[in-house]
């Protein structure tokens, strides 16, 4: 399985998963259709399945235009029924599903919002994580409370260390500089931050990221307890 990292809109990003035997793919959260599209056309893909993390707009804005252009079937939370129009195949917490070569687990994660969901590729070792988790950084909690977010990150922090990260947005950079305004002496944050330095000079994404990094860096992973969480989350929610 291939991964193409599509950039849309004004900084979110949407992802291409090509099974390269015979070019079948499922795009995860086409926030728009236009790039995507030119990449389908221009790589010769027969797109089956559209995933989406959550319902909001910059998720789902290519939806439409994809599922009618190639008859791709739309999956989705089943708690998002009343919010993603139509639906093709509802997703369940814990489930596992599985075609040809797209095999994942559903990842129920509440807080940004009640339907989010995290798609979890466990043979490759590769997590979809919308805006629950960024790097260095969380998604807004939005619909659920602080404590749903953070057993939803606890979720996600009990994955194997070495699995690989796909987040929504490229809010890196910004996450950065709060993660070092309130953990100054990390050395392992010293070294990502060059890291992600050096790939954004050169016009690259910052995605994937790893769990292992994140656990090292991010710290809204790194707070022991739902008291810190929620403070480093009302800081961030000001800054
Ligand atoms: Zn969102
Ligand atoms: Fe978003």
Not at 87 to 115: A, C, Y
Not at 184 to 207: A, F, H, Q, W
Request: net charge neutral.
């Amino acid at each position: 399985m291939k991964i193409e990292i599509i950039k849309c809109l004004e900084d979110n990003f949407s992802y291409l998963l090509i099974n390269e035997k015979n070019s079948d793919a499922c795009v995860v959260d086409p926030g728009e259709s236009k790039p995507v599209l030119k990449f389908i056309d221009d790589n010769k893909i027969n797109l089956k399945y559209i995933l989406n993390t959550h319902h909001h707009g910059d998720h789902i804005g290519g939806n439409n235009i994809l599922k009618n252009k190639f008859n791709a079937k739309i999956l989705a939370s089943e708690n998002d029924r009343e919010r993603i129009p139509e639906i093709d195949i509802f997703l369940r917490d814990g489930q596992i599903w599985k075609d040809d070569i797209f095999e994942f687990k559903v990842i129920s994660v509440p807080g940004h919002t009640m339907g989010h969901i995290c798609f979890y590729f466990f043979n490759e070792k590769i997590v979809f994580t919308g805006d629950t988790l960024f790097s260095l950084g969380c998604g807004r909690v939005f619909e659920g409370s602080h404590k749903d977010m953070f057993n939803s990150l606890l979720k996600l922090k009990s994955l194997p260390p070495v699995t690989k990260i796909y987040f929504g947005h490229e809010y890196t950079l910004n996450n950065s500089i709060f993660c070092s305004k309130f953990d100054e002496y990390n050395s392992k944050l010293d070294r990502k931050i060059i890291d992600i330095k050096k790939k954004l000079n050169n016009g690259l994404p910052t995605v994937p990221t790893s769990i292992k990094d994140e656990l090292d860096c991010n710290i809204f992973l790194r707070a022991k307890n739902l008291k810190e969480f929620s403070k480093l989350r009302d800081l961030k929610d000001n800054f």
